[in-house]
């Protein structure tokens, strides 16, 4: 019954250092998504991955990489953190083709501290 | 481009009250419609959905009609409880071009006994 399961799930940083957000699923969807949840902003989409081995670019993706390992796993990195990336990271899945539904299945969120 | 604006929160209602959200949206062709809930230290999950001009989706009470002739999606409930407070985001996916979903900024929902 994981769903979808990201780690940390809380994280302080100092200005310049990096790290790394896992993200994994575990209903065999073929798309993920990383998203940023900033207060009166929504969500944002950072990055995306259609299927194993191919991903893009959201809406706000400057400041981050991602590396779609295999179907299962989806990992977002920041390479030199700044206080502007301080923000609650969702991951997200979604069952594509025909006849799906296409609901976004959401992890619980990683809240990330940059001073 | 693609956007959805929600109405501004929180929102404020005494249980058993009556409940609407507005949702209006800008997208071309025929998007899908969302809202989705999020509780208290969770992921957000899926309210209810349409996919198409006039639908209704509906869960838990919760209703919202996709009008195209509006480009609303505002999201209703007849009688509020306490456990319905949350944040509610209004959301599109487009029906070309990236499917990433759209997402408005949310409105936060308190109910108070």
């Known amino acids: 019954n994981a769903g979808v399961t990201q780690t940390p799930k809380f994280q302080v940083l100092k200005t310049g250092q990096s790290m790394t957000l896992q993200c994994a699923q575990d209903?065999?969807?073929?798309?993920m998504y990383w998203y940023r949840q900033d207060p009166g902003m929504g969500l944002r989409l950072i990055y995306y991955?259609?299927?194993?081995?191919?991903?893009d670019k959201g809406e706000v993706p400057n400041g981050y990489n991602v590396s779609r390992l295999n179907k299962r796993e989806f990992s977002l990195r920041l390479e030199s953190a700044a206080p502007s990336q301080t923000s609650v990271y969702f991951c997200?899945?979604?069952?594509?083709?025909?006849?799906?539904?296409?609901?976004?299945?959401f992890g619980e969120g990683s809240r990330l501290t940059v001073l | 481009g693609n956007s959805v604006t929600q109405m501004e929160g929180p929102v404020t209602l005494s249980e058993e009250a009556f409940l609407t959200i507005n949702c209006t949206y800008t997208?071309?062709?025929?998007?899908?419609l969302f809202w989705y809930v999020q509780y208290p230290g969770e992921g957000l999950q899926l309210l209810l959905k349409?996919?198409?001009?006039?639908d209704k989706g509906s869960n838990k009470g919760f209703e919202a009609t996709y009008r195209k002739e509006t480009t609303s999606f505002h999201l209703e409930k007849g009688s509020v409880q306490v456990s319905d407070s949350a944040v509610y985001f209004c959301?599109?996916?487009?029906?070309?071009?990236?499917?990433?979903?759209?997402f408005g900024s949310g409105t936060r929902l308190q109910v108070q006994p």
């Open positions: 997200a899945s979604r069952e594509t083709g025909q006849g799906k539904t296409g609901e976004l299945f």
């Open positions: 209903m065999n969807h073929n798309s």
């Open positions: 991955s259609a299927s194993e081995g191919t991903t």
């Open positions: 997208a071309t062709g025929y998007p899908s």
């Open positions: 349409a996919t198409k001009a006039d």
């Open positions: 959301a599109l996916r487009p029906g070309t071009g990236r499917r990433a979903l759209t």
